[in-house]
Every structure is written in C-alpha cells, then in structure tokens.
C-alpha cells in the first residue's frame, strides 16, 4: 500500500502532472508512514510505562528479544513492508530517464560521496570542514534527492552543477534529510546503478539529537500565526499529557537510526557506507576526519594542529585552513544553551531508546563513544 502510493506520486511527478490528486497522495502517504512506522517497527512502544506484575515480566522478556536479535534478523523485521521488485521497477524507470538526459554530457560526474545524514547530528561543520581538504570539491546544492522540490530539478542540470574536477579529486555532496526518506533512497539508487557511492552519516546520541532538534524547532524558530513564540518545556515536546512518549511524531522517528539504517542496508551495500562517530568528531575532529582521508585514499591534510579550543565555546573546536589566515570558528548557531532536563526524563529516554540503540550497534557491527550512556 505505501509503496503503491509512493510509485503513484513518483510517476504523476516525473510526467510533471501536479496537481490535487499529488497534493491528497502525498498526504495519505505520510499520514501511512507514520502509522507504520509506529505499529510495525516501534515494537516496544509502551512497554517500559510498565511497572511490576505479569504484564512487566513479559514486557522485559520483550525487550531482550529485541536486543538479542541478529543482524539478518533485525534486518527483516524493519524491511519486511519493501519490495524489491517495485523499488527495482522504478529505479529502473528513473535510470532510463536519467541515462536519456545525460548521456552526452562530458567532463562533469556525479559526487563520490553524498553526506545522507542525521539532521541536527553535526552535519554542518562536517559540511564546511571537509571540503576544506585539497582534494575534496563540494556541490553547492544541497538536498537534492531528499525534496521532491528540489528534484524537479533535471538530471541534467544537476550533473551540469557538479565542479570541474580531475580524477585524483573527490565531489561531495550534502543530503542530511536523505537519511530518513525512502524516496531518497530510491533517487540515489537511479542516478548509482553500480552502488558505488560513498554514503555518510553523522550519528549523534538519538536523544542528544532531540534535545537539539527542540532547541531549534521550538525554542528558536516555531511561532503562531499571531507571531507568538510557542513556550513548551522539553518534557511537553516528547511526552503526551498522560506521560507515555510521543513516538509517533516526526522528530522522534528520526532517531530510530535502526529502522533507516536497515532500509540503506536493503539497497546499498555495508562497506560503502561510512558511519561518523558525532561524539568524537566534536571532541577530537581530526580523528574522523583521518579516517575519511583513509577511506577516499587522499592526501593527510587534518591534523590536530589544524583543530584549536574555541575560547568562546571550549567545548568545540575551530579549525585552520591556511595558518596565515588564523582559525576559523562555527557561527553562534553551533553549540546552543540546551534546557536542563531532570535526570529522571533522562533515564526514561536512554531505558526506551536502549533496545533500538542495541538493533543499530548490532546492524552496524559498531559502537560510538555516547553508546557508554545506555549501559
């Protein structure tokens, strides 16, 4: 059913025929995704709001089969709504059209790489250091294949934006929203038929991750019509007024990285997809930037030296890029004040998210530095 409706508006889209039927498809689809992504894959909704007797012991048991689960077990249980036949249908009818608009096209490729996520996860800075490096190019635009917006864009205007390189340098591209869109997925499939791109992903602590994603979106950015700031506390962000969590909102299915890691995992294969430890790379930044260098096979530019404290936020660092000019430090934005937020939402948050942190570390075949936050 949901792959059905996506197809529908993928096809109504490439033939340029929007009108209300996209407009009403495209809502039932996402009003479906998020009831099947709630149903199917958030398996333990409210199981830990349990407390004691029969119903407790099961729920516990539950858990452990979540946790205990292999990776190809794993892997089945948040893929079994895809088909492959359909996907492989329409991949195949974008690359022909693709094939079809850029076959005569020389001297520009594709990005070697495309940075598909997590928003709110440290993208930016990843965005703006790494193309620092001598042999690393960035396309101007951003999020391409995650908007239908932005894909409208022909493929042959978008290879036409991809910068003049030789054959020892590397493109990137960034997509931070791609991480979580099937539809993402699928367009990056059609433009690399052989799979051969380099994907990134920036993985942050998940509730780290929403406690950013609330600093944005409620305390900085979101208003009424009337142009009064919204004033809500982060507990009335994630929780309903009866105390079970929202999981069904958007923001929260976000940093279920399991569930989308596994949809990559259907279409690409593991080792062409690079995971960044968020954690590390604030703290000691050179240390995931050496091995990007080692995974492209470029040149060693990132060395510590080039990553001075910030004397205004000495929790982050700035960066050197050519050492007569000084460093250059992240605007305002990066490193917010974030709400103090009581120990005891903490412990709700890191008992919930456990379980799906575990699905991600096994699926991955590693751990990050905050994974010590859930032991």
């Known amino acids: 059913m949901l792959h059905c409706l996506r197809t529908i508006m993928k096809q109504m889209l490439s033939h340029h025929k929007v009108g209300l039927l996209v407009l009403i498809t495209t809502l039932i689809f996402t009003y479906l995704n998020v009831q099947n992504m709630s149903k199917e894959n958030i398996m333990i909704k409210d199981a830990l709001k349990v407390e004691g007797g029969e119903d407790a012991e099961y729920n516990d048991e539950k858990v452990k089969h979540i946790m205990s689960m292999t990776a190809e077990e794993i892997q089945e249980s948040y893929t079994n709504d895809c088909s492959n036949t359909k996907i492989d249908k ?125 600093v944005q979106n409620v305390i900085q950015n979101k208003t009424t019509k009337n142009k009064v700031q919204i004033k809500k506390t982060f507990e009335e962000y994630i929780f309903y007024s009866n105390g079970t969590i929202r999981t069904d909102t958007e923001y929260f299915q976000k940093s279920f990285y399991v569930a989308h890691f596994a949809k990559w995992l259907m279409l690409f294969p593991k080792e062409n997809i690079h995971l960044i430890d968020a954690e590390i790379f604030t703290k000691t930044p050179w240390i995931e930037l050496q091995k990007i260098e080692q995974l492209l096979k470029i040149d060693h530019f990132f060395t510590k030296d080039r990553f001075p404290t910030n004397p205004e936020k000495p929790n982050f660092r700035c960066f050197i890029k050519d050492y007569e000019e000084g460093m250059q430090c992240m605007g305002e934005a990066k490193g917010r004040t974030h709400p103090n937020i009581s120990e005891e939402t903490m412990q709700t948050l890191r008992k919930y998210f456990k379980p799906f942190n575990e699905q991600f570390f096994t699926l991955a075949g590693q751990k990050f530095a905050w994974s010590v936050y859930y032991e």
């Open 90 to 214: 329409w991949v195949q009818q974008e690359r022909t059209e693709i094939e079809d608009e850029v076959s005569n096209i020389k001297g520009h490729r594709l990005p070697d790489i495309i940075l598909i996520g997590m928003f709110k996860g440290g993208t930016g800075t990843l965005n703006t250091w790494l193309p620092s490096h001598p042999q690393v190019a960035r396309v101007k635009l951003s999020g391409y294949y995650a908007t239908d917006e932005k894909y409208k864009l022909s493929h042959r205007e978008h290879l036409l934006l991809m910068p003049n390189v030789s054959d020892d340098e590397i493109i990137y591209e960034r997509c931070t929203e791609c991480f979580t869109k099937q539809a993402a997925r699928e367009r990056i499939l059609a433009a690399y038929p052989q799979r051969n791109v380099k994907l990134f992903v920036m993985v942050r602590d998940p509730i780290e991750r929403l406690i950013s994603g609330y």
